[in-house]
């Protein structure tokens, strides 16, 4: 059981707008900043975006990412073929004594 | 060109050791915090452990704390990780990660560069 809670699976169609969502608490996302991370299948984990909203050089102006209170969103317009990869928010959580806290991952499909 | 190569992994028994290292290359290594984060088959990301520029600041996840020790080596531009007392369920690919900042516990750190990652598979 992840302590972000993520939806296991998301999908749309060439050029649509997908959202991802990304649930925790006041000791994780309601006090710092959450990240994205993308993960094509059989490589590595890449960084998305970094303290809530800022895109890594690098990374198409297509992703976008957002918080709010306890929650955040990862949001993917103009999709393309290549962005099906699994996705995961992360973020300090500042209980017991400090750790990084993933979520347990999306599935993004491109139909 | 930032590149993180992992090394060590591999087949051992359950309660047994194993040391994974990390050659960094392509910055400036002991001006950023490094971490360790596992992905067993099949699953999601895990962050196991992470250690300030200067070894000063160390932190565990519970499910390793007592187990297994970080430490880096800044003049060698490498980060280790020795795991003992290994289980089934510290069957994982093994990730080397490069933080953005100096210090292991900066929430407005992320990880910006990751390897490819080792192998360990913990079985009898």
């Known amino acids: 059981q992840s302590v972000l809670t993520q939806p296991p699976s998301a999908s749309g169609t060439p050029g649509q707008r997908v959202t991802i969502s990304c649930s925790g608490s006041?000791?994780?996302?309601?006090?710092?900043?959450v990240y994205w991370y993308q993960q094509l299948p059989g490589t590595a984990p890449k960084l998305l975006i970094y303290?809530?909203?800022q895109r890594p050089s690098g990374v198409p102006d297509r992703f976008s990412g957002s918080k709010s209170g306890t929650s955040a969103s990862l949001a993917i317009s103009g999709l393309r073929s290549e962005d099906e990869a699994d996705y995961y928010c992360a973020a300090w959580d500042d209980s017991l004594s400090g750790r990084v806290v993933f979520g347990g991952g999306t599935k993004l499909t491109v139909l | 060109e930032v590149q993180l190569v992992e090394s060590g992994g591999g087949l051992v028994q359950p309660g047994r050791s194993l040391r994974l290292s990390c050659a960094a290359s392509g910055f400036t290594f002991d001006d950023y915090a490094m971490h360790w984060v596992r992905q067993a088959p099949g699953k999601g990301l895990e962050w196991v452990s992470g250690?300030?520029?200067?070894?000063?600041?160390?932190g565990y996840a519970d499910s390793v704390k007592g187990r297994f020790t970080i430490s880096r080596d800044n003049a060698k531009n490498s980060l280790y990780l020795q795991m003992n007392s290994l289980r089934a369920e510290d069957t994982a690919l093994y990730y080397c990660a490069k933080a953005m900042g100096l210090d292991y516990g900066d929430p407005s750190s992320g990880f910006d560069y990751w390897g490819q990652g080792t192998l360990v598979t913990v079985s009898s």
């Open positions: 250690i300030s520029w200067n070894s000063g600041s160390i």
């Open positions: 006041s000791s994780n996302i309601g006090s710092n900043y």
């Open positions: 303290r809530n909203n």
